[in-house]
């Protein structure tokens, strides 16, 4: 059940078996059905997700009714509003789940005290951040200064086992482009 979740935190630190159950008896598992909001626009995020089985999706709405997918997170991702989630401030972006999965959360409060009783966690999840925080850059980057064609292959190479699970609607949101648009191009990659 969270094997997935440790071999994760493995990348980074090592933690020894009292260290696993302690932070074990901090999670939460939670089946997720597909659509399933787990934060909404204007929430509070006090809790980051791993996914453990499936899709999730972070997302922005716009005035006008269009969503901007801003991220996926399949198997072995975590998930949330960092703003929200580090400053206690009204989520930005909301997440759904775009398959039936399982997600594991820790929750900021508990983290807060692993922090403390753990020390080395609170490394995972400077990296962890770090990360995230690199491949928003990169992602804004190659919006600004990439085509959409070159986008879209980019979006196969991070995201290879996606491309059959996810709507086209949501891939194209991603890339910035109507699906329409997305078709054309999928149709000169043959």
């Known amino acids: 059940m969270y094997g997935l979740f440790f071999q994760n935190i493995a990348k980074h630190i ?3 078996s009292a260290e696993e159950l302690q932070l074990k008896s901090k999670l939460h598992f939670k089946n997720v059905a597909k659509n399933e909001p787990l934060l909404k626009i204007g929430e509070h995020c006090r809790t980051i997700y791993f996914v453990d089985k499936g ?3 972070i997302y922005q709405n ?3 009714g269009d969503e901007t997918n ?4 399949p198997e072995n991702w975590w998930a ?10 009204p989520a930005t972006y909301a997440i759904e789940a775009l398959e039936d999965g ?4 820790i929750d900021l409060k508990d983290l807060e005290e692993l922090y403390m009783e753990i020390p080395k966690l609170e490394r995972f999840f400077r990296i962890l951040f770090q990360n995230g925080f690199a491949l928003y850059q990169n992602r804004l980057t190659l919006a600004l ?7 879209y292959t980019l979006f196969n190479k991070q995201y290879p086992m996606l491309i ?19 078709s054309i191009i999928r149709k000169r990659k043959l």
């Open 80 to 89: 949330c509003d960092i703003m929200s989630f580090s400053l206690g401030t």
């Open 102 to 105: 399982e997600v594991i959360g």
């Open 145 to 151: 200064s990439t085509s959409a064609e070159i986008r």
């Open 70 to 73: 801003i991220l996926f997170c």
């Open 55 to 57: 899709c999730l999706r």
């Open 62 to 64: 716009h005035e006008n």
């Open 164 to 182: 059959n699970r996810i709507s086209q609607k949501h891939i194209a949101s991603y890339l910035g482009i109507t699906p329409v648009f997305l």
């Open 14 to 16: 090592q933690l020894n």
